[in-house]
């Protein structure tokens, strides 16, 4: 993983995490056509739980909740998020560092050592000034600390088992933003099996999407999304000293950010 990959981009106040997958494999045959009777099935099994996971994410917008992303174990990130009462912290843990994020109403106050000429003591980020795919928001559709969404927008084919869903993504349409992320490796191509990989979720007795994972399979890591503390207070603290975030940081982040 590059800190590129790494470093790549944060939406809802929370840094998309980005890992590049390995170089790509040689193409494999394409299945061949399914009957059409047997692929109606198919897409009527695939809204369906595709419908359930979107209804499964309207917590977003309800109550507080508590988001964790891991890749790998070399990427993580812990989020508590109130979006009805605009406040939210952050931590993600990257190799080389660690960048904390809090937020109250329409301020946002960041820490971090990764990036260079910024120093490592809080600072109050420009609105004005952030680059459009860092995105900072409590506004709906962009507010989900986890990315839920996006995931969600890049299914193939899934099935509803009880309170399990599983299927494949095409990990190549999971667009920029914050959760779980992929990039291309050497070449700038993903290997064919990307677009057709496993994944699996599951949801509570409540239907509130709690877990969704992908595991390592044809150069992509293994990389989970798990929500849980719903409705637990979040209480978040000015920090103490924060200064006007200096010049050098801004063209560090989002997608375009430090090398």
Same mark, same amino acid.
């Given at each position: 993983?590059?800190?590129?990959?790494?470093?790549?981009?944060?939406?809802?106040?929370?840094?998309?995490?980005?890992?590049?997958?390995?170089?790509?494999?040689?193409?494999?045959?394409?299945?061949?056509?399914?009957?059409? %009777?047997?692929?109606?099935? #198919? !897409?009527?099994? &695939? /809204?369906?739980?595709? $419908?359930?996971?979107?209804? +499964? @994410?309207?917590?977003?917008?309800?109550?507080?909740?508590?988001?964790?992303?891991?890749?790998?174990?070399?990427?993580?990130?812990?989020?508590?998020?109130?979006?009805?009462?605009?406040?939210?912290?952050?931590?993600?843990?990257?190799?080389?560092?660690?960048?904390?994020?809090?937020?109250?109403?329409?301020?946002?106050?960041?820490?971090?050592?990764?990036?260079?000429?910024?120093?490592?003591?809080?600072?109050?980020?420009?609105?004005?000034?952030?680059?459009?795919?860092?995105?900072?928001?409590?506004?709906?559709?962009?507010?989900?600390?986890?990315? %839920?969404?996006?995931?969600? #927008? !890049?299914?193939? &084919? /899934?099935?509803?088992? $009880?309170?399990?869903?599983? +299927? @494949?993504?095409?990990?190549?349409?999971?667009?920029?933003?914050?959760?779980?992320?992929?990039?291309?490796?050497?070449?700038?191509?993903?290997?064919?099996?990307?677009?057709?990989?496993?994944?699996?979720?599951?949801?509570?007795?409540?239907?509130?999407?709690?877990?969704?994972?992908?595991?390592?399979?044809?150069?992509?890591?293994?990389?989970?999304?798990?929500?849980?503390?719903?409705?637990?207070?979040?209480?978040?603290?000015?920090?103490?000293?924060?200064?006007?975030?200096?010049?050098?940081?801004?063209?560090?982040?989002?997608?375009?950010?430090?090398?």
């Amino acid at each position: 993983m590059t800190r590129r990959a790494t470093l790549a981009g944060i939406s809802a106040g929370l840094l998309l995490l980005g890992c590049s997958v390995g170089a790509p494999t040689k193409s494999e045959p394409k299945p061949e056509s399914a009957p059409v %009777s047997a692929a109606s099935a #198919d !897409a009527t099994m &695939t /809204a369906e739980a595709v $419908g359930l996971l979107r209804g +499964g @994410t309207a917590f977003v917008n309800q109550t507080s909740y508590r988001s964790d992303v891991d890749i790998a174990s070399q990427i993580t990130s812990l989020s508590h998020t109130d979006n009805v009462h605009k406040r939210l912290t952050a931590k993600v843990t990257a190799p080389g560092g660690v960048i904390e994020i809090r937020m109250i109403d329409d301020e946002v106050y960041m820490k971090t050592s990764l990036f260079r000429g910024v120093g490592d003591g809080w600072t109050v980020l420009d609105p004005a000034r952030v680059p459009s795919d860092f995105a900072l928001s409590f506004a709906p559709g962009k507010n989900d600390s986890g990315g %839920s969404g996006r995931l969600i #927008d !890049a299914i193939v &084919t /899934a099935r509803v088992d $009880g309170p399990e869903i599983s +299927g @494949t993504i095409d990990a190549t349409r999971i667009a920029a933003g914050n959760g779980i992320s992929f990039r291309p490796g050497p070449g700038g191509v993903f290997p064919d099996s990307a677009r057709r990989h496993a994944f699996r979720a599951s949801l509570d007795t409540e239907g509130r999407l709690v877990s969704f994972l992908m595991p390592e399979a044809s150069g992509l890591p293994n990389a989970s999304l798990r929500y849980s503390d719903f409705g637990t207070t979040v209480t978040v603290a000015r920090p103490p000293g924060a200064i006007a975030a200096p010049d050098a940081l801004y063209p560090q982040l989002g997608l375009g950010g430090g090398e």
